[in-house]
T-cell receptor, first 112, second 114 residues
């Protein structure tokens, strides 16, 4: 079975600095998709970014970028110029069939 | 376009009681999924509907959990009788096909069993 590992239960970052949230995965599939979601205190799960296993370039969406290292099976999320509103739980996920497998999450706190 | 709506947002019940969670997917989305996050652990898949049919219910923890999707629209997840370990956040998501950008989550229902 696939497995998603997020080794950082909590992270702190100073406002306006960049932060990297780690995610490693384990799969024997050749074709797969990786996702990052943000869960603010209000509870909703917000889609941030997607990386396909065959995508040659790292995905970027505004201040979010995904550092995809296929050989290492890692898909780290980089948030540039952190804002106070970035404080939230962040989940890495992989599509498993038609549903998702998630990591345990990382709680990011942005300090003013 | 309205998003995925879940009701209630919070529920506190006593052990042994019954609770029913509801999810209204995005209109036109045939795929509906239930997930849950038990405190401090990862979000886990429970089951998947395609229209009114259960496509995959491999994640349902036991027979105290019953999910339905009558008419292929909204879905309910009933827990009867609730146990302490059922506490957590229950998420619903919907999608139309396999488009990763079309996989939309609701805000979740926080269930506390005391």
């Amino acid at each position: 079975a696939q497995k998603i590992t997020q080794t950082q239960p909590g992270m702190f970052v100073q406002e306006k600095e960049a932060v990297t949230l780690d995610c490693t995965y384990d799969t024997s599939d050749q074709s797969y998709g990786l996702f990052w979601y943000k869960q603010p205190s209000s509870g909703e799960m917000i889609f941030l970014i997607y990386q396909g296993s065959y995508d040659e370039q790292n995905a970027t969406e505004g201040r979010y970028s995904l550092n995809f290292q296929k050989a290492r099976k890692s898909a780290n999320l980089v948030i540039s110029a952190s804002q106070l509103g970035d404080s939230a739980m962040y989940f890495c996920a992989m599509r498993e069939g038609i549903h998702m497998r998630f990591g345990a999450g990382t709680r990011l706190t942005v300090k003013p | 376009e309205a998003g995925v709506t879940q009701f209630p947002s919070h529920s506190v019940i006593e052990k042994g009681q019954t609770v029913t969670l509801r999810c209204d997917p995005i209109s036109g989305h045939d795929n509906l999924y239930w997930y849950r996050r038990v405190m401090g652990k990862e979000i886990k898949f429970l089951l998947h509907f395609v229209k009114e049919s259960k496509q995959d219910e491999s994640g349902m923890p036991n027979n105290r959990f019953l999910a339905e999707r009558t008419g292929g629209t909204y879905s309910t997840l009933k827990v009867q009788p609730a146990e302490l370990e059922d506490s957590g956040v229950y998420f619903c998501a919907s999608s139309q096909g396999r488009n990763p950008y079309g996989y939309t989550f609701g805000s979740g229902t926080r269930l506390t069993v005391v």
